[in-house]
């Protein structure tokens, strides 16, 4: 199915601390997502009944890490198109590295030929008015008032309000999306980091202002798009604004963004206080004991697998549900990194640091071992044991 003959399109952004390939990518959003969106979201099978069409995926490598786009056309409808578009950005890992997918939004075609059709008849309007008659100036003078009003603009691939070149303070805001809706208020100097990393131009317009606000989302995203604005940015932001609890700058009414720019801090006050919240979240997430957890029915259908199995022998566990051969500890890694489409991994043996990794590189998320640690997931990878099941 071609892009132009689907519904939408889903538009998203990917970062990966590390080398990969297009294989790689196309690779983790189908093993990844799998099982994870019921039977009727299979994306395979969507895609080979021609409801969904091929990931397009354009990367580009500069010293050792990789950026790049993800499209995918969509001809099923809008809440099961959203829903696979939200299961994009649970992919963490693609192969050994660290991945970051955002979904950009997601393009209504129909609306989009819409739009061209307005276009495109606004282009014929002027020419019509153009050749016409003296009396038809009060159209043209009409359509140009149009092109005078304040629009956005692009700054090195940034979407930006128009003032943000000439004004002494400018407000740095996660996507385009939410620049268009502080124009809307009559705010004219934001501008979008895009989401796909904070480009140097960003670093050097930011030096140049007296005063740099980042006014971000008020949920865990907002805070760690913050804590990376500041790590680029150093000293050059100077305030933070936050949305309120959970909501997003681009769904935020007047009088709320008005309130929370009144309300900026101190950028070194506000990022020291998120910095401590965000590290006592992890502490608490990597400190649960393993007796607290609850396999998912998926794992809990791995434990006749270690049945049978010689201690440190291990099973790699395939997408249809089908397990390896045992394999011994030395060729584990050998095969975890020839394997296509794993899923899990069955451990006949405590869940340890080498294991942790060993699944990690391999994209597996899932781990289940004769006994586990005090820490139960690491990299990525959640570890469960028999008292789980």
Same mark, same amino acid.
Request: charged fraction near 25%.
């Given at each position: 199915?071609?892009?132009?003959?689907?519904?939408?399109?889903?538009? %998203?952004?990917? *970062?990966?601390?590390?080398?990969?390939? *297009?294989?790689?990518?196309?690779?983790?959003?189908?093993?990844?997502?799998?099982?994870?969106?019921?039977?009727?979201?299979?994306?395979?099978?969507?895609?080979?009944?021609?409801?969904?069409?091929?990931?397009? #995926?354009?990367?580009?490598?500069?010293?050792?890490?990789?950026?790049?786009?993800?499209?995918?056309?969509?001809?099923?409808?809008?809440?099961?198109?959203?829903?696979?578009?939200?299961?994009?950005?649970?992919?963490? =890992?693609?192969?050994?590295?660290?991945?970051?997918?955002?979904?950009?939004?997601?393009?209504? /075609?129909?609306?989009?030929? *819409?739009? +061209?059709?307005?276009?495109? %008849?606004?282009?014929?309007?002027?020419?019509?008015?153009?050749?016409?008659? @003296? !009396?038809?100036?009060? /159209?043209? !003078?009409?359509?140009?008032?149009?092109?005078?009003?304040?629009?956005?603009? @692009?700054?090195?691939?940034?979407?930006?309000?128009?003032?943000?070149?000439?004004?002494?303070?400018?407000?740095?805001?996660?996507?385009?999306?939410?620049?268009? +809706? $502080?124009?809307?208020?009559?705010?004219?100097?934001?501008?979008?980091?895009?989401?796909?990393?904070?480009?140097?131009? $960003?670093?050097? &317009?930011?030096?140049?202002?007296?005063?740099?606000?980042?006014?971000?989302?008020?949920?865990?995203?907002?805070?760690?798009?913050?804590?990376?604005?500041?790590?680029?940015?150093?000293?050059?932001?100077?305030?933070? %604004? $936050?949305?309120?609890?959970?909501?997003?700058?681009?769904?935020?009414?007047?009088?709320?963004?008005?309130?929370?720019?009144?309300?900026?801090?101190?950028?070194?006050?506000?990022?020291?206080?998120?910095?401590?919240?965000?590290?006592?979240? @992890?502490?608490?997430?990597?400190?649960?004991?393993?007796?607290?957890?609850?396999?998912?029915?998926?794992?809990?259908?791995?434990?006749?697998?270690? @049945?049978?199995?010689? *201690?440190?022998?291990?099973?790699?566990?395939?997408?249809?549900?089908?397990?390896?051969?045992?394999?011994?500890?030395?060729? &584990?890694?050998?095969? &975890?990194?020839?394997?296509?489409?794993?899923?899990? &991994?069955?451990?006949?043996?405590?869940?340890?640091?080498?294991?942790? !990794?060993?699944?990690?590189?391999?994209?597996?998320?899932?781990?289940?071992?004769?006994? #586990?640690?005090?820490?139960? =997931?690491?990299?990525?990878?959640?570890?469960?044991?028999?008292?789980?099941?």
């Amino acid at each position: 199915m071609s892009a132009t003959e689907g519904k939408y399109i889903i538009h %998203a952004t990917i *970062r990966c601390d590390g080398t990969v390939a *297009r294989k790689d990518v196309v690779g983790a959003i189908f093993g990844q997502t799998e099982g994870l969106l019921g039977d009727q979201l299979q994306l395979r099978k969507l895609q080979r009944t021609g409801r969904i069409g091929h990931v397009d #995926v354009t990367l580009n490598q500069n010293k050792g890490k990789v950026q790049g786009e993800i499209s995918l056309s969509s001809s099923i409808d809008q809440v099961s198109t959203a829903v696979i578009g939200a299961a994009l950005e649970t992919i963490d =890992r693609i192969g050994p590295c660290k991945a970051v997918i955002k979904v950009k939004g997601i393009e209504n /075609i129909r609306s989009a030929k *819409r739009d +061209n059709v307005i276009d495109r %008849a606004k282009t014929l309007l002027l020419n019509m008015v153009n050749s016409g008659q @003296d !009396d038809s100036k009060n /159209i043209l !003078d009409e359509v140009r008032a149009v092109l005078t009003l304040d629009t956005e603009k @692009d700054i090195s691939g940034m979407t930006a309000g128009p003032n943000v070149a000439d004004s002494d303070a400018i407000i740095i805001v996660e996507g385009r999306n939410d620049v268009r +809706n $502080l124009l809307k208020f009559g705010i004219k100097n934001a501008i979008a980091t895009m989401g796909s990393g904070i480009q140097d131009e $960003l670093v050097t &317009l930011a030096k140049s202002k007296t005063t740099v606000i980042a006014f971000v989302d008020g949920d865990r995203g907002g805070r760690l798009l913050l804590m990376e604005l500041s790590g680029k940015l150093g000293k050059s932001l100077t305030h933070v %604004a $936050l949305a309120p609890q959970s909501r997003e700058v681009e769904h935020l009414e007047g009088k709320v963004i008005t309130k929370c720019l009144s309300q900026k801090e101190a950028a070194n006050k506000i990022v020291s206080r998120l910095q401590a919240e965000l590290a006592k979240e @992890d502490d608490a997430a990597v400190g649960r004991g393993a007796e607290s957890l609850e396999a998912p029915d998926e794992v809990k259908e791995w434990a006749g697998m270690l @049945d049978g199995l010689k *201690r440190n022998q291990a099973i790699i566990v395939n997408a249809d549900g089908s397990g390896s051969e045992p394999i011994g500890a030395s060729k &584990l890694e050998e095969e &975890l990194s020839e394997s296509e489409g794993a899923i899990g &991994l069955v451990f006949s043996g405590k869940v340890n640091d080498r294991i942790f !990794d060993l699944a990690s590189g391999a994209g597996i998320e899932n781990v289940m071992g004769t006994s #586990v640690g005090k820490v139960t =997931r690491k990299s990525g990878v959640q570890a469960y044991s028999a008292s789980n099941l």
